[in-house]
């Protein structure tokens, strides 16, 4: 799936930086950062709640390129900054991790 | 007598710190703020302690060693011990408990460890924002056993504390709690709460107001005054 699809999905997009065209190949859900650090699969999208400054270096170290904030968590301005320099493209829903876990899980077997 | 402390600063070591953090610069401001007691606690390591005890000692300050350990749940613990050794051998014992994923100090931050010059002695090649593979049960037994203070460090911020990462204290033994915002002490009025800077940056050292009565400029007295919630958090 493209990053582009999860705007489809209904997922709010938080960022500008242009990665409407990035191909997200994996998946990975987790609120643990040393345990996404450890285990996320490169190019990857993240589900979490964790949305603070911290998540995008992460991402940036895993090679997380998209992240979706679930929960209706409140997004920081410097995480969306911070996204912005580091092409990760970010994104929020008021839905649990489960229920977007699956969803995006769905979409990405297309 | 009343000491005003700030037990939760941060150096150069810690990825996350501004570089001007040196021991010496700490030191120096903790002297000019009229801070009488002060603790370094890095991430995770203890490697600028030896710098930071010589700094305080030129500046007449009454300095405690240690670190902010990250937990495996990730919660973030203040552990403090009443000498450089024990703090050095703890720190030792705390990285063989980190991951083996190096720093990148272009994302993360530089990782320098100083001398009390500030002359840079070398670099953890571990990243130290890292969790250890330590829970909190087991980061207080050890810390415990070292004869240390144990601290969960700001644990009404909604990230990295015991509180955030477990949803609530369990009821268990703590030196003290530490609260980021001193208005929300009263919340965990069961323990003795304290409030620290948790300074990144220059500025922020004695950012709060902490002060703790104490018999004498003792280790053993200072236990006795927090154990006992003889402090003042304006």
Same mark, same amino acid.
């Given at each position: ?15 500008? %930086? ?35 400054? %911290? ?28 996204? %912005?320099? %580091? ?24 | ?234």
């Amino acid at each position: 799936m493209k990053v582009s699809d999860l705007e489809a999905l209904g997922y709010t997009r938080e960022t500008k %930086n242009e990665m409407e065209d990035f191909e997200i190949k994996a998946g990975y859900t987790g609120d643990l950062l040393s345990d996404v650090m450890a285990n996320a699969p490169s190019d990857s999208i993240l589900i979490t709640i964790q949305a603070h400054k %911290n998540t995008i270096a992460v991402a940036t170290l895993a090679g997380i390129r998209a992240i979706l904030v679930c929960n209706k968590r409140a997004i920081p301005s410097d995480m969306i900054e911070a996204a %912005n320099d %580091n092409d990760v493209a970010l994104f929020k829903t008021a839905e649990t991790q489960f229920e977007a876990s699956a969803k995006v899980a769905e979409k990405m077997k297309d | 007598m009343l000491v005003r402390a700030d037990f939760h600063i941060h150096s150069c070591v810690s990825p996350c710190a501004s570089l001007e953090m040196s021991p010496a610069a700490i030191a120096e401001k903790a002297k000019e703020k009229g801070l009488d007691l002060v603790a370094l606690t890095d991430h995770n390591t203890a490697l600028n302690c030896p710098a930071f005890k010589a700094n305080c000692a030129q500046q007449g300050l009454w300095s405690l060693y240690g670190m902010e350990v990250t937990s495996s749940e990730e919660a973030h613990l203040v552990c403090l011990f009443e000498d450089v050794e024990t703090a050095l051998e703890f720190s030792e014992f705390v990285y063989k408990y980190m991951p083996d994923i190096e720093n990148k100090p272009e994302v993360f931050g530089d990782q320098v460890y100083v001398d009390e010059n500030e002359e840079i002695l070398g670099e953890v090649e571990k990243y130290l924002g890292n969790a250890s593979g330590l829970s909190i049960d087991d980061v207080r037994e050890e810390v415990f056993f070292r004869n240390g203070l144990f601290i969960p460090a700001h644990v009404d911020k909604p990230v990295f504390s015991i509180v955030s990462q477990l949803g609530f204290l369990p009821d268990a033994t703590y030196t003290a709690i530490e609260v980021f915002n001193p208005a929300n002490a009263k919340d965990y009025a069961k323990y003795p709460v304290i409030s620290d800077s948790d300074a990144h940056y220059l500025d922020d050292v004695a950012k709060k107001q902490l002060y703790i009565d104490v018999e004498e400029k003792s280790f053993a007295a200072l236990r006795d005054s927090l154990q006992n919630n003889r402090i003042v958090l304006k």
